[in-house]
């Protein structure tokens, strides 16, 4: 049975850190492409980044990209995610998720990953 289950959440100011962790287990992790999602109260859930199964390709939405940086280490099946200059626009409950398929990319929308973290809260005060 696949499980993955995510970490690091919590409560930080306007301009904070965080790292988020997913930890996988039940599958061959360096097989497949792996997603970070969140979604805030009242909205759909939305891409945030992507990371190839090797690593070597990463994908950020617009919204993010220069502040939060993806990253994975397929030895330890864990994937990252590393949240710099958050704004209270990023609160939102963090889902990392794992495709549904081996080596395919990109893997951008919620529809292409079969498998889902309980997600992480992170709440950035103003």
């Known amino acids: 049975q696949v499980q993955l289950v995510e970490s690091g959440g919590g409560l930080v100011q306007a301009g904070g850190s965080l790292r988020l962790s997913c930890a996988v287990s039940?599958?061959?992790?360096?097989?497949?492409?792996m997603g970070w999602f969140r979604q805030a109260p009242g909205k759909e859930r939305e891409f945030v980044a992507a990371?190839?199964?090797?690593?070597?390709?990463?994908y950020y939405a617009d919204s993010v990209k220069g502040r939060f940086t993806i990253s994975r280490d397929n030895a330890k099946n864990t994937m990252y995610l590393q949240m710099n200059s958050l704004k209270p626009e990023d609160t939102a409950v963090y889902y990392c998720?794992?495709?549904?398929?081996?080596?395919?990319?990109?893997?951008?929308?919620?529809?292409?990953?079969?498998?889902w973290g309980q997600g992480t809260q992170v709440t950035v005060s103003s």
């Open positions: 990371i190839m199964w090797s690593g070597s390709s990463i």
């Open positions: 039940g599958r061959t992790f360096s097989s497949y492409t």
């Open positions: 998720a794992a495709d549904s398929f081996t080596y395919r990319w990109p893997a951008l929308g919620v529809g292409g990953y079969h498998y």
